[in-house]
């Protein structure tokens, strides 16, 4: 069993060089490192940033609310994909989209962008948006915990349609489309030009509402540069399709190989 992944506020560097970078641990991480881990000053724990680092910290001052510690080493974080993939997933009812939010941190999807659709069922009240962030982020943070994360998987505001033009003109896209009948996944992720060096790669996916997209609708993410794909000849459901579809890209370009010994 790995140890677990400690999550750090980022380290405050030393101004004048002389001393290690500073970092402190805080809350729940804090107290399972005093209380139920009993952990000593001397102790050495891997942290992680959420930003896709990974620091080997020595701990300076054990505390239930707060530990301190010092960086020995940072290192990028073997468990973040080099690809990048933001999920951007038409609303879905109730716990479906917890589901997505949950399933997908596991799985590797680096921020989430909800939407509205013409078939979008669930349509909060706009004041009820910024309830609904808070909700997702507090998914997204326990199954990065959980699930050994480097990243805190962005959540961003419920976007209106016309919201997701200027996004996919910026990132390479998908939309999964069930009516799609000549583009499969494997064909498009195949044929995708590579990053440019020094580039970021990045994916973005589009994932229709239970009702699935209305054909204008297709154009119209087609007419802004998202490339259809079909997901094979059985209709997955809509919370299925966003996870699903991560973990096949992820898995296309090698982000399910073990990590190898430390
Ligand atoms: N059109 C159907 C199903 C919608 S499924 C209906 O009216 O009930 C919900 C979403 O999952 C779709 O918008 C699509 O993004 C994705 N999806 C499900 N099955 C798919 C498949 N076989 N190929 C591509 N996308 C699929």
Redesign the pocket.
């Known amino acids: 069993m790995p140890m677990p992944k400690f999550f750090i506020d980022p380290p405050i560097p030393d101004g004048e060089g002389k001393k290690k970078d500073q970092v402190i641990i805080r809350g729940e991480d804090a107290y399972h490192l005093a209380r139920v881990l009993r952990a000593k000053p001397g102790a050495i724990i891997t942290a992680t940033d959420g930003q896709g680092r990974l620091y080997e910290v020595v701990l300076t001052a054990v505390g239930p609310e707060t530990v301190r510690g010092e960086v020995r080493t940072v290192t990028a974080d073997q468990a973040e994909p080099a690809l990048k993939i933001t999920l951007a997933q038409s609303l879905l009812k109730g716990e479906k989209m917890d589901w997505v939010f949950q399933k997908g941190t596991e799985i590797g999807i680096t921020a989430f962008l909800p939407f509205l659709s013409a078939r979008t069922i669930a349509r909060p009240a706009p004041a009820q948006f910024g309830k609904k962030k808070e909700r997702w982020e507090k998914i997204v943070l326990a199954a990065a915990k959980q699930s050994g994360r480097g990243l805190i998987p962005a959540v961003h505001s419920i976007t209106p349609w016309e919201g997701l033009a200027p996004v996919i003109a910026g990132c390479f896209t998908l939309v999964?489309?069930?009516g799609?009948v000549n583009h499969s996944l494997r064909q498009v992720l195949t044929a995708r030009p590579a990053p440019l060096p020094d580039t970021p790669d990045e994916i973005l996916l589009v994932?229709?509402?239970?009702?699935?997209?209305a054909p204008e609708e297709i154009a119209m993410l087609t007419a802004w540069g998202a490339h259809p794909?079909?997901?094979?000849p059985?209709?997955?459901?809509?919370e299925t399709?966003g996870p699903l579809t991560a973990a096949l890209i992820l898995y296309h370009y090698g982000a399910f190989e073990p990590a190898g010994p430390a």
């Open positions: 999964a489309w069930e799609e994932v229709g509402p239970e009702g699935g997209f794909v079909s997901l094979g059985r209709i997955l459901r809509a399709a």
